[in-house]
C-alpha cells in the first residue's frame, strides 16, 4: 500500500497538469478521515481522485457514491470504445438492459466469493460460465466492462483456460453489496443479523447502508441484543424503554456497535440514524479506535440526545475539535466525557466547548497543544 509520501506522489502525477486540483485534492483528503483511510490502497487512491475530476472538483457525501461513480465511468469508457452513446447514471439507478445484467451477474459471483468459507477472491472458468452464461466463446475484459480481470492459463492437454477477479477486494465487497440490496428484505435482514458482528463483512454492510440508506423495515429490529446486566443491578435502560437494545460497548472483541455506527453514517438517513440511537444505553464506551472510527463515533452520537456518559478508553488519535463541540452541543445531558484527546486547542475551543450550555461535570482530557491553560482552568 502507500504511505503518505507516496499519496502526496500518486496525486500530484495524476493531476501534474493541474497543480491547483492536487492541492485541492491532497486537503480533501486531509480533511476527509474517511477518505484519509482508504487512501493507503492504490485502488482506492485512483478511484477518489477519478471521482474527484469527474465530479467538477469536489467528493460525493460517501464512498459508496465514489464507488458508483467509478462503475459509472467504467461503463461509460467501455460503451464509448464500442461506438455506444449511453447515458450511465452516476447511481447505477437508470442502465440499459444489458448492463443491468451485467452489474447483477457482477455482484451475484462476488457475493457467493465473500460468502463462501473461506472467501474466494479469483473465480475459475466453471464459475464465470455459470454466473454468465450468455458467455459462449473465450471471453475477454472487455465483456465485463474492465469491472472484471481475466487470466489466461493452460488446462491438461494445453487447452486453454482462465481465471478472473476484481481488481480489488474492495470492488468486490461493493458488488457484494450491490447483490446483498437486490435480494428480498427477509435475506437482507438474515444476513444483517449474521454478520453485523463480524469485521469482514463491515465494508460490506458500510457499502450496503450507502446503496440501500437502510431503508429496510426490519433494520433497526435485526440491530438489537438482549443487554447484560450485573449481578445486582438490571441493565440501564435506554430512552426507547424496551428490553432490547444495541450494544454498550465497542472493542475488538465487540465490534457491533462500531460496524453499525459505520453503517448509518453511510447511509447518510438522518430519520433512521436517530431512531436507532433511541436504542442505545445512556452509558458507552468504545476502545481503541482509529480517526475515522472517532469522527463517525462522535457525530453519530451528537444525534443520541439521552447519551449520559461516554468513555473512549484506550484511543491515542486526536479528536476532530468540531465534532466534540457539536457532541457537546446537541447533547445536554452528557455529564461524564473520559479520554478525549484533543490536538492544538485554542483558548476559543475551550469557550466555544466548555462554558456554553455544556452540562459535564466530569471531563477527562489529553491536550497534545494548548495555546492557554488559563482557560481550561476556568471550565
Not at 179 to 194: A, P, R
Not at 222 to 236: E, G
Given at each position: 500500500?502507500?504511505?503518505?509520501?507516496?499519496?502526496?506522489?500518486?496525486?500530484?502525477?495524476?493531476?501534474?497538469?493541474?497543480?491547483?486540483?492536487?492541492?485541492?485534492?491532497?486537503?480533501?483528503?486531509s480533511?476527509?478521515?474517511?477518505?484519509?483511510?482508504?487512501?493507503?490502497?492504490?485502488?482506492?487512491?485512483?478511484?477518489?481522485?477519478s471521482?474527484?475530476?469527474?465530479?467538477?472538483?469536489?467528493?460525493?457525501?460517501?464512498?459508496?457514491?465514489?464507488?458508483?461513480?467509478?462503475?459509472?465511468?467504467?461503463?461509460?469508457?467501455?460503451?464509448?470504445?464500442?461506438?455506444?452513446?449511453?447515458?450511465?447514471?452516476?447511481?447505477?439507478?437508470?442502465?440499459?438492459?444489458d448492463?443491468?445484467?451485467l452489474?447483477?451477474?457482477?455482484?451475484?459471483?462476488?457475493?457467493?466469493?465473500?460468502?463462501?468459507?473461506?472467501?474466494?477472491?479469483i473465480?475459475?472458468?466453471k464459475?464465470?460460465?455459470?454466473?454468465?452464461?450468455?458467455?459462449?466463446?473465450?471471453?475477454?475484459?472487455?465483456?465485463?466492462?474492465?469491472?472484471?480481470?481475466?487470466?489466461?492459463g493452460?488446462?491438461?492437454?494445453?487447452?486453454?483456460?482462465?481465471?478472473?477477479?476484481?481488481?480489488?477486494a474492495?470492488?468486490?465487497?461493493?458488488?457484494?453489496?450491490?447483490?446483498?440490496?437486490?435480494?428480498?428484505?427477509?435475506?437482507?435482514?438474515?444476513?444483517w443479523?449474521?454478520?453485523?458482528?463480524?469485521?469482514?463483512?463491515?465494508?460490506?454492510?458500510?457499502?450496503?447502508?450507502?446503496?440501500?440508506?437502510?431503508?429496510?423495515?426490519d433494520?433497526?429490529?435485526?440491530?438489537?441484543?438482549?443487554?447484560?446486566?450485573?449481578?445486582?443491578?438490571?441493565?440501564?435502560?435506554?430512552?426507547?424503554?424496551?428490553?432490547?437494545?444495541?450494544?454498550?460497548?465497542?472493542?475488538?472483541?465487540?465490534?457491533?456497535l462500531?460496524?453499525?455506527l459505520?453503517?448509518?453514517?453511510?447511509?447518510?438517513?438522518?430519520?433512521?440514524?436517530?431512531?436507532?440511537?433511541?436504542?442505545?444505553?445512556?452509558?458507552?464506551?468504545?476502545?481503541?479506535?482509529?480517526?475515522?472510527?472517532?469522527?463517525?463515533?462522535?457525530?453519530?452520537?451528537?444525534?443520541?440526545?439521552h447519551?449520559?456518559?461516554?468513555?473512549?478508553?484506550?484511543?491515542?488519535?486526536?479528536f476532530?475539535?468540531?465534532?466534540?463541540?457539536?457532541?457537546l452541543?446537541?447533547?445536554?445531558?452528557l455529564?461524564?466525557?473520559?479520554?478525549?484527546?484533543?490536538?492544538?486547542?485554542?483558548?476559543?475551543?475551550?469557550?466555544?466547548?466548555?462554558?456554553?450550555?455544556?452540562?459535564?461535570?466530569?471531563?477527562?482530557?489529553?491536550?497534545?497543544?494548548?495555546?492557554?491553560?488559563?482557560?481550561?482552568?476556568?471550565?
Amino acid at each position: 500500500g502507500f504511505d503518505e509520501v507516496a499519496i502526496k506522489a500518486y496525486v500530484t502525477e495524476f493531476f501534474k497538469d493541474d497543480p491547483g486540483s492536487a492541492e485541492r485534492m491532497l486537503q480533501t483528503i486531509s480533511d476527509r478521515p474517511d477518505l484519509e483511510g482508504g487512501a493507503y490502497i492504490p485502488m482506492n487512491l485512483f478511484i477518489f481522485c477519478s471521482t474527484f475530476k469527474a465530479n467538477e472538483y469536489s467528493h460525493p457525501a460517501t464512498i459508496t457514491e465514489c464507488y458508483q461513480g467509478h462503475v459509472s465511468e467504467l461503463c461509460s469508457r467501455e460503451c464509448e470504445k464500442e461506438g455506444r452513446d449511453v447515458y450511465i447514471d452516476p447511481t447505477l439507478s437508470e442502465l440499459p438492459k444489458d448492463l443491468q445484467d451485467l452489474l447483477r451477474c457482477l455482484g451475484e459471483i462476488a457475493f457467493k466469493g465473500l460468502t463462501a468459507k473461506p472467501s474466494n477472491y479469483i473465480f475459475t472458468e466453471k464459475a464465470i460460465r455459470k454466473a454468465f452464461p450468455e458467455i459462449k466463446v473465450k471471453p475477454h475484459d472487455s465483456l465485463f466492462k474492465g469491472l472484471l480481470h481475466l487470466h489466461v492459463g493452460k488446462h491438461g492437454g494445453y487447452r486453454p483456460t482462465f481465471s478472473a477477479n476484481f481488481s480489488h477486494a474492495t470492488l468486490q465487497e461493493f458488488f457484494s453489496a450491490l447483490h446483498l440490496s437486490q435480494l428480498s428484505e427477509k435475506d437482507q435482514v438474515i444476513f444483517w443479523k449474521e454478520h453485523i458482528s463480524n469485521p469482514s463483512f463491515a465494508v460490506v454492510l458500510r457499502f450496503y447502508a450507502g446503496l440501500t440508506n437502510l431503508t429496510c423495515k426490519d433494520f433497526i429490529p435485526s440491530c438489537l441484543v438482549t443487554p447484560p446486566a450485573t449481578p445486582t443491578t438490571a441493565a440501564p435502560p435506554n430512552v426507547a424503554g424496551a428490553t432490547l437494545q444495541l450494544p454498550a460497548k465497542s472493542d475488538q472483541q465487540n465490534p457491533q456497535l462500531l460496524i453499525l455506527l459505520h453503517a448509518l453514517h453511510e447511509s447518510q438517513k438522518k430519520t433512521i440514524i436517530c431512531e436507532t440511537l433511541k436504542h442505545l444505553n445512556s452509558s458507552l464506551r468504545f476502545h481503541d479506535l482509529g480517526s475515522f472510527d472517532v469522527m463517525v463515533v462522535l457525530n453519530c452520537l451528537a444525534r443520541c440526545t439521552h447519551l449520559i456518559e461516554l468513555n473512549m478508553y484506550g484511543n491515542r488519535n486526536p479528536f476532530p475539535v468540531e465534532s466534540v463541540k457539536r457532541l457537546l452541543h446537541k447533547n445536554q445531558k452528557l455529564q461524564k466525557l473520559r479520554h478525549i484527546v484533543l490536538d492544538r486547542l485554542t483558548e476559543d475551543d475551550v469557550v466555544t466547548m466548555f462554558t456554553r450550555t455544556c452540562s459535564v461535570k466530569e471531563l477527562e482530557l489529553n491536550i497534545t497543544k494548548f495555546t492557554s491553560l488559563s482557560a481550561l482552568m476556568r471550565v
